[in-house]
């Protein structure tokens, strides 16, 4: 991956990881069944990181996080089982210790950042483990969360790339499921975002786009009764 933004965060934190940690990210994001769960995810994310460095406190570890929250991307085990967001943060936390060089303090902020992408709209910040650090997994998960208000255009190649992720689903649950997520979005209100810089640039242009996105998704389910 040459991309100049990634090049630009790596440099950054490659003295922090092994020899092979990036030779393991570059490998997972191009695995074949990932769709959205791709570089370009990375790519967007850092890019959003940059150009709002201002904001956290510790810019260097949430671009760590965003590095290594979706390196394990899952959505069915090999024997067919469907797996849970959950057991991918997990499995992906647990990869970032194994490459990690890190010292003790900000290997725990990191792995802390990816494993708040689990229960995304309940985590909480538990310690504050150094001044600002809640603010920064607030911000994160903003982040992670900022492409719902991307274009309509690109928001809907994003739902398209999540269907091919769970090409195996039956095309009703997985509808089903869509409504399901969509709407605990939608539920959250102002919530879903956390930090008033997050709602002021994503807020409305995220509710747009679900409520669309829902209503469409509606739409399929009535055409394809039970």
Do not use: C
């Not at 769960?37 to 890019?47: K, P």
């Not at 709209?121 to 483990?129: D, N, P, S």
Request: proline share 4%; charged share 25%.
């Amino acid at each position: 991956m040459t991309d100049t933004i990634v090049v630009k965060y790596w440099t950054l934190l490659a003295s922090r990881h092994d020899a092979q940690a990036f030779a393991t990210l570059d490998a997972a994001y191009r695995e074949p069944q990932r769709a959205y769960h791709a570089w370009g995810h990375i790519v967007d994310l850092l890019t959003k990181l940059d150009a709002l460095a201002h904001l956290p406190t510790r810019a260097d570890l949430v671009a760590a996080a965003i590095f290594w929250h979706d390196s394990v991307y899952l959505t069915r085990d090999p024997d067919g089982r469907p797996r849970t967001d959950p057991e991918n943060v997990r499995a992906s936390a647990e990869l970032f210790e194994r490459h990690s060089r890190f010292d003790a303090l900000e290997a725990q902020v990191v792995h802390d950042l990816i494993m708040a992408t689990a229960s995304h709209m309940k985590a909480r910040a538990l310690v504050e483990l150094y001044p600002g650090f809640s603010r920064d997994l607030d911000f994160f998960l903003d982040l992670d969360l900022s492409s719902l208000a991307a274009p309509w255009s690109v928001f809907e190649k994003n739902l398209d790339d999540i269907h091919f992720e769970f090409g195996w689903a039956p095309e009703r649950a997985f509808y089903q499921g869509r409504v399901q997520m969509l709407e605990s979005f939608l539920d959250a209100g102002d919530r879903l975002y956390r930090l008033p810089e997050s709602r002021a640039l994503w807020l409305s242009h995220a509710r747009a786009n679900l409520q669309r996105a829902d209503a469409d998704l509606r739409e399929r389910l009535a055409a394809r009764p039970a």
